[in-house]
Structure formats: structure tokens, C-alpha cells
């Protein structure tokens, strides 16, 4: 048995997205339904989308931003309620019994976590994300939105906020930490606000000066050009942590010699090419150079909180179905900011 419901799909690797019909299934014990408020748009989604990744399943229904209030619930779940605000992020579904789902780090499953889109399921299933009015998920990975953040300004938070915020808690952003963040992108403005309201002193590192006033605004002390050559010597040896969320190649080394010693160069952005380094610019330094991934939920939950707590949410601008291939384009060419959300009632209307 299913439910039909409305969704923007990509009908094969490249093609425009249009506006379709899918499948939900029906609830089972642990499952709850969601209507979807609002839907995050991800560069990833756009990759998959193109079948960029490699290989992928069409038609795809992308979207792992997902905000929206419980429509129903199964007979086994006793966290959510009807009406109840909730989001969901990048998985649906993992073993629930390998050493890394006990820890809560899902994401890490030996079994391989289900992806929310272009995923298949246990069940043999192929799985459709938020671009949709309704999604059914099992209750273990929907997470609560506090009442202090809008759902729309939410959505981002469900990728953009934890694949930020785990990184940033895990090399100790905080009081008396120097931070920097490199690129002011989707990844990069949501970095920028959780370092600042942690207590960090936040320096943004872009390729020019033109976001520097957005920069300042979202909680950045100091705002420096990459492409000005100087700008590695002004700052060698600064940062204890510095948090790359560009995918794209840089000089590593370059940015390895902005660490102090023992400091941290994490990579959260994605670039297609193999990124090298020295390794004497570790060695030197007692320096690391690490990689991140998205959080399990018991930190997404951790996440969506603090935002609460410090009235962050993403920096959106709110589209309509009929916007997004638009905004895929605008996306491709860094014209955003800082990350477009579609309002799903517009999906079928």
C-alpha cells in the first residue's frame, strides 16, 4: 500500500527537474508522516541531480533540507505527536546495530546509512527526499525543530547546520579559539554564525572582499582576500582551527601555514579533484588535516537546539516550484545567498 503525493523530480542525469506524482508508503508502527513546509536546496542536490556522483537513480526526487509538522504518526511512536515541528536530513534509515549506529554516529554505519534521496532503502526500496509535500521516515531519524526558529530558515540547518556545526564541536571551537572560515557560501555563512555564538574569534577567508560587509554581519571579526598574496603572510601561523567548506581546489599548504602548532585544517566542502599537500606541513607543525561529515541525529538534535538557543537560522531566499531549475543555475554560479528553500506549497498548485 502507498500514498500518492506531489514532488519535483530530475527525470534522468542533467534533465530539467519537473513537477510529478510519488509514492509514500503507509505507515508503519515506527514511521511518521510529515508535511512538508520547506525544502532546502543543496549543492549536492544538484550534483546527484546532473549525475555528477557517479552512478545514480532516476527519476530523483532530491532534497535533504526538510521542514515540516507531523502529519501522522504509527502505533509504536511516542516522540512526535500531530502538529509537532520536525525536520529530517540527510539519512532515513541505518542497522541500528553496528558499533557506530550504538554511538550515535548513523551516519557511519557499517551496513551504509539510507540517503533521505537517490538512496534505497532496507526494504529494497528506492527513497525520495523533500523537493515533495510529504515524506513518511521511521521516527528514530526525524528530528524536533525548537519553537524559536521559523521553519523556513530551519530546512538549511538540517545539512548546511550539522555538517558545520559537528566539526566546529568536535576541534573545540570556542572562548579563546581563533577560527577561520574558508568561503562564504551556503556551508560557509552557517559556519561563520555557530563559531561566533560559540564563543569563537571568527575570520573569514575568501577570494575577494565583496562579502565582506555580510561577513562582518553574520558574526566575523576580520575578513581577509585569498587572492591577495599577503594575506598568507599577515596571517601565518594565526588559527587554531580552520574550517574549509569550499569545493574547490586550494593550495593546502598555503592554508596549512595559517595553523598554529597543533591546530586543525578540517574539509567539509567536496572538490571533484584530489587535493594535495606537503606532508612536512604537517610534520612541522604537529598540525592536522581532517575531514567531516554530517552528524548523527542525537548531534542534529544537539544543533537544531543551540540555534534555538542563539536565534540562528540559515540566511534564504524562498522560491516556488516553478524557480527551481533557476535556481539550480544560480546555485552553480555562487549567485545565492546563502541558500534558497522552496516552499513546498506550491509544489502541485
Given amino acids: 500500500m502507498s500514498t500518492t503525493t506531489h514532488a519535483i523530480a530530475a527525470p534522468g542525469p542533467g534533465a530539467p527537474l519537473e513537477q510529478t506524482t510519488i509514492q509514500r508508503r503507509d505507515l508503519r508502527p515506527d514511521d511518521v508522516l510529515i508535511d512538508i513546509a520547506y525544502a532546502g536546496i543543496c549543492h549536492s542536490d544538484i550534483h546527484q541531480a546532473r549525475g555528477e556522483w557517479g552512478e545514480a537513480i532516476f527519476p530523483m526526487v532530491p532534497g535533504h533540507e526538510i521542514a515540516g509538522t ?106 579563546g579559539k581563533k577560527v577561520a572560515v574558508v568561503g562564504l557560501g551556503g556551508l560557509g555563512h552557517m559556519a561563520v554564525k555557530l563559531a561566533a555564538a560559540m564563543g569563537a ?63 586543525a585544517m578540517v574539509n567539509v566542502g567536496a572538490p571533484g579533484e584530489p587535493l594535495s599537500y606537503n606532508a ?3 610534520i612541522a607543525g604537529n598540525k592536522a588535516l ?9 548531534e542534529t538534535q544537539e544543533m537544531l537546539n543551540f540555534c534555538a538557543e542563539h536565534g540562528i537560522g540559515s540566511d534564504i531566499e524562498t522560491i516556488s516550484a516553478a524557480d527551481v531549475n533557476t535556481a539550480y543555475e544560480r546555485v552553480a554560479a555562487s549567485d545565492v545567498r546563502y541558500r534558497f528553500v522552496i516552499d513546498t506549497a506550491t509544489i502541485g498548485a
Avoid: H
Fill in 70 to 175: 507531523v502529519a501522522a504518526v504509527g502505533s509504536a511512536v511516542t516522540d512526535y505527536r500531530v502538529g509537532d515541528r520536525v525536520g529530517v536530513g540527510c539519512m532515513v534509515d541505518s542497522c541500528g546495530e553496528c558499533e557506530y549506529c550504538r554511538a550515535d554516529t548513523e551516519q557511519f554505519c557499517v551496513k551504509g546509512n539510507v540517503q533521505t534521496y537517490n538512496g534505497v532503502g532496507f526494504d529494497g526500496e528506492n527513497t525520495y527526499g523533500g523537493y515533495s509535500k510529504q515524506v513518511v521516515v521511521r521516527d528514530a531519524f526525524v528530528c524536533g525543530i525548537p519553537d524559536g526558529i521559523g521553519l523556513d530558515v530551519a530546512a538549511p540547518l538540517l545539512c548546511a547546520g550539522i555538517t558545520t556545526y559537528s566539526p566546529l564541536r568536535q576541534w573545540g571551537a570556542g572562548p
Fill in 280 to 282: 612536512f606541513s604537517l
Fill in 201 to 263: 574569534e571568527v575570520t573569514v577567508l575568501s577570494q575577494s572582499l565583496k562579502k565582506q560587509e555580510d561577513g562582518k554581519r553574520l558574526g566575523a571579526t576580520e575578513y581577509y582576500a585569498t587572492a591577495d598574496e599577503t594575506t598568507f603572510d599577515v596571517l601565518r601561523g594565526r588559527f587554531d582551527l580552520i574550517l574549509n567548506t569550499v569545493s574547490a581546489q586550494i593550495p593546502v599548504d598555503a592554508y596549512l601555514g595559517l595553523l598554529r602548532v597543533g591546530g
Fill in 290 to 298: 581532517a575531514g567531516s561529515m554530517i552528524g548523527g541525529i542525537a
